[in-house]
């Protein structure tokens, strides 16, 4: 079935291809391992990652020992066809150090937005929830349950209206931001991730091909 993507692709010398894998969710990138032919079908094969280990020259599976599997969602490969580009879900943290991204040091960072996008932030509450900080709010909420989050939720939707009847942008922007915040949890909590969310207001929007405009 892959047989004519795969020849296209370009090995190096010692049969082996560098593969970027990305949480299809946050698109935060994860680690960067090498793949040969074989792991490479046995990965289109299980809809798992496999990589070849260059230091033990064998397979392995992520995840095999420690249960941080990969579910692959799709595999790209670039403009020369030498490296590869895996998007998955991560069933765990990637590293062995219990990081999510092996990318965790940083060299050298310049002009750092002051912002956090909403798949930084449900990558950073999923890990709250995972790691079970004591001082964390976070993982406050993932403690006391579902009751919890929902009456946060609540209270967070009056006082986007409370601030809106006021007409005050501040206190609006402050309290949409809680909002989006206790819903993000929640989400999380009910195992609805960003992209489901996506993927239902583009069906919402798209056009069925060969309907009259009303």
């Excluded at 560098?18 to 680690?31: F, G, K, N, R, S």
Aim: proline share 2%; charged share 30%.
């Amino acid at each position: 079935m892959y047989d004519k993507q795969l020849n296209e692709l370009t090995f190096d010398q010692q049969g082996l291809i560098p593969a970027i894998i990305q949480d299809a969710e946050t698109a935060e990138v994860l680690t960067l391992a090498y793949m040969n032919k074989e792991s490479l079908n046995k990965t289109l094969e299980t809809g798992e990652t496999w990589f070849f280990s260059r230091k033990r020259r064998e397979l392995w599976h992520k995840g095999e020992t420690s249960g941080n599997r990969q579910l692959v969602k799709n595999i790209r490969y670039d403009c020369d066809a030498d490296s590869l580009l895996v998007m998955v879900e991560p069933l765990g943290p990637t590293c062995h150090t219990g990081n999510q991204s092996c990318f965790y040091h940083t060299l050298q960072e310049r002009d750092r937005p002051d912002q956090m996008g909403l798949n930084e932030l449900a990558a950073l509450i999923k890990q709250r929830r995972n790691e079970a900080k004591e001082d964390s709010y976070t993982t406050y909420l993932f403690n006391e349950g579902i009751d919890k989050i929902l009456k946060k939720v609540g209270e967070e939707t009056s006082e986007v209206i409370i601030g809106a009847k006021n007409n005050d942008h501040d206190e609006i922007v402050w309290e949409m931001a809680d909002l989006t915040y206790h819903t993000l949890v929640l989400m999380e909590l009910m195992g609805v991730p960003i992209t489901d969310i996506k993927q239902e207001l583009a069906k919402r929007h798209t056009v069925k091909e060969g309907s009259a405009d009303e």
